[in-house]
């Protein structure tokens, strides 16, 4: 029908610009509209690829203009404040204010059903106390590291140059040093980019070594200790997985592969970088303690820890076990959910594969708990964190201290356009487009990073104040309330149970529940 409705138009429209011209010369001009649409109808139908646009020239490519505005359109005139995936504009927008400096206040009450199950919300004291005018730190670094690091509550999380371009790196990079917290590099290496500002780094080295690898991918232990030896780097994380992707390694596409980042990362121009799935340097639990005390040599001391999202728990019961065989244990451990993620992942993956951080980080705390190396490990939750009450509840579960990724890039202006991966991104952040990467004006976006940091501490600080707690390290699972049910309330202490301090090295009194996994886990094997 629409074909020989095209057909048909194909005739008789330019006859009938011809007979009107005959009598008016300027009917002509009807031509430069009629042409193009009869050159992509003729296109269309002739064209193999496609069968909406065979069967539908010209009206076929409504549906593909569509689909590139939909994002815009679910977010802008179809969602509402607090149902927008992966973030609500409500969460979105708190971030834009502080980023901006603008009030973030919320008028009217919440929007938020309380009534619902699965509702969270924290306890409050009627003894509150007034935030500390000077944000706390935390001390990362046990026994064995000679040059901790105090870190802020909230950092950012790990985001590659290569993922995001130079001027979102420079603006983030910027943004730590005026705020004072800790930028995390990525698996991509430490590039000009994150060292010219003079931020805090946390130099992610992942399974592609990029930065301190030889020219057949294997680790080069002398460009670590070159690039680990900078001052700007305070801490070395190994990234086992992420929660985007567990089990498989990081994505950068061809379309986003500049000379510049292939010089960086010591790969080839022209294909995908695609990082192996698992590490060439260790294969084993006892093998990764072994890379973790090299690592903390190699540096000079800094505080070494890995990030992962939680799979087989015997694996990592494995690595607990490894702790306690080879006397060596990270300073640090990232514990990433299922819902994180900035980048290119395969569908399946992202939707289906990974422990959610809530769960992740329950286990990882009663796992070290259960060792008794709880007050040597520093937790760091990372996960669609991006508020204060996000911040307190991750504390909570088990955490230290916390790290965002996505709550970085909304304020440097990311619009949650979700095209991370094409190159296309429309304000510029995640694009190598040079022409898209100068929508990001350093100097702006930096004080926007610092400005979102400093008010979610604050945010954060508040919260803290007002349950009564002198400090967010009293901060624990009683804090928290979950609605279980219509008339059921149960604090977190309640619904989920932490491991006695040793209990698992008391082979009689090991949990029923852990005691197959921990019997199974060994530090020889994963």
Known sequence: MIRRLFFTLAVVLPLAIGLAASVWIHALWALMVVV???????????QRRHSLLRIYPVLGHGRYLFEIAR?????????????????????RSVIYQRAKGAPDTLPFGTQRDVERVGYEWMTHSLAPHEAPDEPPRVKIGGSACSRPYLASYLNISAMSFGSLGKNSILALNHGARMGGFAHNTGEGGLSPYHLEPGGDLVWQIGTGYF?????????DP??????????????????????????????????????????IRGVPMGNDVISPPAHSVFSTPA???EFVARLRELSGGKPVGFKLCIGYRLEFLGICKAMLTTGVHPDFITVDGAEGGTGAAPVELSNSV????????LFVNSALLGIDLRREIRIIAAGK???????????????????????MMFALGCIQARKCNTNHCPVGITTQDPVR?????????ARRVARYHGATIRSFLELIGATGHDSPAEIGPRDVLRRIDTTTIKRYGEIYEYLPEGSLLDRPGVPRAWATNWSRASADHF
């Open 36 to 46: 193009p649409f009869l050159m992509v109808g003729f296109h269309d139908v002739l």
């Open 211 to 219: 930065g301190c690898r030889t020219p057949d991918g294997r680790f």
């Open 354 to 361: 990974g422990m959610p951080m809530r769960d992740g980080l």
């Open 437 to 445: 990467n100068q929508g990001v004006v350093v100097s702006d976006k």
């Open 222 to 263: 002398e460009k670590f200790k070159e690039g680990a030896g900078r001052d700007a780097v305070k801490m070395i994380e190994i990234k086992l997985s992420q929660g985007a992707k567990p089990g498989h390694g990081g994505i950068l596409p061809a379309s986003k592969l500049s000379q510049e980042i292939a010089n």
């Open 71 to 91: 994002p815009e359109i679910q977010q802008y005139f179809v969602e509402s404040n607090i149902d927008g995936a992966p973030f609500s504009r409500e969460f």
């Open 385 to 407: 964190i991006v508020t204060g009450f996000h911040m307190v509840r991750a504390l909570a579960l088990g955490a230290d201290l916390c790290n965002s990724a996505r709550g």
């Open 287 to 289: 093998g990764l303690m």
